[in-house]
């Protein structure tokens, strides 16, 4: 970027579409980037943060090593692409009690289709109830989760597995 004097005006151009990852209960809540360093590319549409980094918006927390947000021609939110040790999401969907937590080497949100792809050392977990597997796909709209294991062995010469913790409903307490 040649003139430094438009960065906090494009970093807040660039934030304001990321409504879409927020529910209902947080778009009107400021969001807030935190990293080390960010490269702006106007003309490809992305933001490349590293180092760190920490995006927040109401429920939403997004953490990484590395961040790219994309952008579409209009600056709309268009995806998401967060990578690291543990690349972190977390969100508290509307009616529920419990945020829905993500954790993986690889995640990657798509705002438009609102889902949520976990890749390498995946896990999805709410209130008691966690996912894992080596990809995992959680569709917030329908509030669904697919979930596979790895198509290579992890050293005892068998394909990961799906691993899968679910927790009783709660009984009506009257009768």
């Known amino acids: 970027m040649k003139n430094r004097n438009y960065l906090p005006f494009l970093l807040a151009c660039l934030l304001l579409p990321l409504q879409a990852l927020a529910l209902s209960t ?7 980037i935190e990293a080390d360093r960010v490269d702006i590319d106007d003309e ?3 933001s490349t943060f590293r180092g760190n980094v920490v995006m927040t918006r109401g429920s939403v927390l997004i953490k990484g090593d590395v961040v790219v947000v994309y952008r579409d021609k209009e600056k709309n939110l268009d ?3 967060s990578t690291g040790d543990l690349a972190h999401f977390q969100q508290r969907p509307d009616g529920k009690p419990d945020d829905v937590i993500a954790k993986g080497r690889e995640l990657f949100y798509d705002a438009v289709k609102e889902l949520l792809i976990i890749r390498r050392q995946g896990e999805v977990i709410q209130g008691g109830d966690v996912f894992r597997g080596e990809h995992i796909v959680y569709d917030s709209k329908r509030d669904l989760v697919k979930a596979r294991g790895s198509k290579s062995s992890s050293g005892n010469g068998k394909k990961g597995r799906v691993q899968m913790t679910l927790q009783p409903g709660k009984k009506d307490k009257k009768k």
């Open 26 to 32: 947080d778009k009107d809540k400021a969001m807030s």
């Open 44 to 46: 490809k549409g992305t």
């Open 79 to 81: 995806k998401v692409h």
